[in-house]
């Protein structure tokens, strides 16, 4: 494939043959590395998707390293993405041009993935957040008219933008975990999994004792959000605490990680589905996401690494 067959553009891509036949790897400028096949090709031809639609795959791709689009994840997920509100897309966006810069005051020459990374369907909607950065003195762009491409500088307000969405327990390496606690095997497990992801992102869980959490949220539990980094959230079975402890924890500025059931989901008390929330199925005693048949375990781990990076628990 010479073509991303999601946004377009020129990509460099191998293919092997496994097991199972016509793989690809591809390295897209825009998209970043993913996995898929000539039938996903096909597909997305007859999908007639929307140019939002393949703007939210491709955003998601390039927060999702690694992905590989099944024509049953593609279906039943892919194309139902929603993307995140304006503001969440222009801290993206800073947050991104922050990453590739060395120093504070470097100048990040304009590249596709400055489009994935705010989720935006062209570059005219990226000057729209661009904009937005620039009014609020948080970025400033310049033309350099040798190469006639944008380049592009964090102030000093974007920095501290940027601070401030983090600063929530800087130190901290605790991950708080928050869900239902019914005494059956599924949550069980899901508790489990969610523990040992936390643990292999490099963070240390807590979860609160079952009995002191089941209908009161108790001093322990407030003080224990505060001095957490971030909050793995599962709404499966609508416990009430469960969301007041994710509306607390997202009202400090933490990082929130939804999961949810899949069977569940469509009893949500909102919509979730803008906060990428992780859905998982349970089978033969383990916990999978079903749009890519990843363990739970390893796609949360993934999720609070890309986020967060690397905690100080493991090297
Ligand atoms: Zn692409």
């Known amino acids: 494939m010479e073509q991303c067959p999601i946004c377009l553009n020129k990509c460099k891509s191998n293919m092997w043959t496994g097991d199972r036949i016509y793989l690809y790897n591809i390295d897209c400028p825009q998209c970043g590395n ?36 099944t024509s049953e994840n593609l279906d039943n997920f892919l194309i139902k993405l929603k993307p995140p509100s304006f503001i969440d ?65 964090v102030l000093p307000d974007g920095w501290i933008r940027l601070e401030e969405l983090s600063k929530s327990n800087p130190k901290s390496s605790q991950g708080f975990v928050a869900m239902s606690f019914s005494n059956n095997e599924e949550m069980h497990l899901v508790g489990k999994a969610i523990t040992a992801a936390i643990g292999d ?17 108790c001093d322990e539990i407030i003080y224990q959000i505060r001095r957490s980094k971030f909050v793995v959230v599962d709404f499966t ?25 899949k069977e569940d989901i469509d009893k949500l008390h909102f919509d979730i589905r803008q906060y990428n929330c992780i859905e998982w199925i349970s089978e033969k005693n383990e916990i999978y996401c079903p749009d890519d048949k990843k363990l739970l375990q390893e796609r949360l781990t993934q999720r609070i690494v890309s986020m967060l990076g690397k905690g100080p628990e493991k090297s």
């Open 237 to 261: 079975e609508q416990k009430p605490n469960v969301y007041f402890e994710a509306g607390f924890a997202k009202g400090l500025g933490l990082e929130v990680f939804w999961l949810c059931k």
């Open 34 to 69: 993913y996995t898929t096949n000539t039938k996903i090709e096909m597909l997305i031809g007859r999908r007639n998707l929307t140019e939002r639609q393949k703007a939210n795959i491709s955003a998601w791709l390039a927060e999702n390293e690694g992905y590989e689009i």
């Open 201 to 217: 992102a490099g963070y240390k869980p807590l979860m609160v004792n079952k009995i002191e959490h089941v209908n009161k949220i």
């Open 89 to 153: 897309r222009a801290d993206n966006l800073l947050r991104h041009i922050a990453f590739k810069s060395d120093f504070a005051g470097a100048s990040i020459q304009f590249d596709k993935s400055f489009i994935s990374r705010a989720w935006c369907v062209n570059e005219k909607e990226l000057q729209a957040i661009t904009d937005y950065l620039i009014t609020t003195k948080r970025m400033a762009v310049s033309i350099e008219p040798e190469i006639r491409l944008n380049k592009y500088k």
